[in-house]
């Protein structure tokens, strides 16, 4: 059965004659290769390629896209808008509803825009309520997306990680190593062909009666006793499970042992559904 979710994030519609051009010269995704009516998650960089805010750009044409942004990153549009005063692009932002649909077939509902993420899950865009019963469990989403390896941002994780330690790199189109200049592009193409980057980002699974913030640390078991590693990206509670997305150590093995520092509690590695390039 069909499950829908309300997201509450911000849809930004960017558009202009200059909006293809713009963006292309701003984020780590090839623009100008996305097709029109596709998506992608991407990234855009402070100079030092330290990444303010991800999210999902939906090419509409070049002359009209869409951005999908957490509501907490919002301040982030600021960065993104900065030289925006010598292009013919606006940025909007726009009412609409924004709701995750899993396990619902095409044809059934029909969106404005419709963003097939995989085979079992879509974002659907409309400018007015869509007639489907929407269920509150949110957590059911945010635990898709980790599962996934999606990552989102926080405040608390912003200009702290270049796209690679959150594996933006084996997903989807988010970064493109060959459409030329954008803002942070130096350091990131620097950590591809130099292999700077010693981290990555890994999805865990575990129980605690709490949950842990986002750019809080973790423990590794030493011979010595345990020390703190890592940062945690995001984590939600999910039918009696947590589960994270952590940036750590990108040799990390499998089995090694890590837990949460208040409750001691023992986490797990499980498999990326990519492979980190």
């Avoid at 896209?65 to 900065?82: H, Q, S």
Wanted: aromatic residues 8%; proline residues 5%; contains cysteine.
């Amino acid at each position: 059965m069909a499950t829908f979710i309300p997201l509450d994030w911000e849809l930004i519609e960017i558009s202009g004659p200059d909006a293809q051009k713009y963006l292309q010269g701003q984020l780590t995704c090839d623009v100008n290769a996305l097709a029109a009516g596709a998506s992608t998650l991407t990234a855009h960089c402070d100079p030092k390629g330290k990444m303010t805010s991800i999210f999902r750009l939906l090419k509409v044409s070049e002359q009209q896209f869409f951005m999908l942004i957490n509501k907490g990153l919002f301040t982030a549009l600021d960065a993104l808008k900065k030289y925006a005063v010598f292009s013919k692009v606006t940025f909007t932002p726009l009412d609409w509803q924004i709701v995750g649909a899993i396990d619902c077939h095409c044809g059934k509902v029909n969106p404005q825009y419709r963003l097939e993420l995989d085979e079992q899950r879509a974002i659907l865009l409309n400018p007015t309520a869509l007639e489907v019963s929407l269920s509150d469990c949110t957590e059911q989403w945010a635990a898709a997306d980790i599962l996934a390896g999606l990552p989102h941002l926080t405040a608390a994780t912003q200009n702290e990680f270049i796209p690679q330690a959150l594996n933006l790199q084996a997903i989807e189109q988010a970064v493109s190593f060959s459409k030329g200049c954008y803002i942070g592009q130096e350091t990131v193409a620097r950590a591809k062909y130099r292999g700077i980057n010693k981290r990555a980002m890994f999805i865990l699974q575990g129980t605690s009666s709490s949950l842990p913030q986002s750019g809080s640390a973790l423990e590794m078991q030493l011979e010595n006793g345990w020390r703190q590693t890592g940062c945690i990206i995001n984590a939600v509670q999910y039918k009696g499970k947590l589960y994270l997305l952590a940036v750590l150590n990108q040799e990390i093995e499998a089995q090694t042992a890590l837990r949460l520092p208040e409750e001691h509690s023992p986490l797990q590695i499980l498999p990326l559904p990519y492979t980190l390039a």
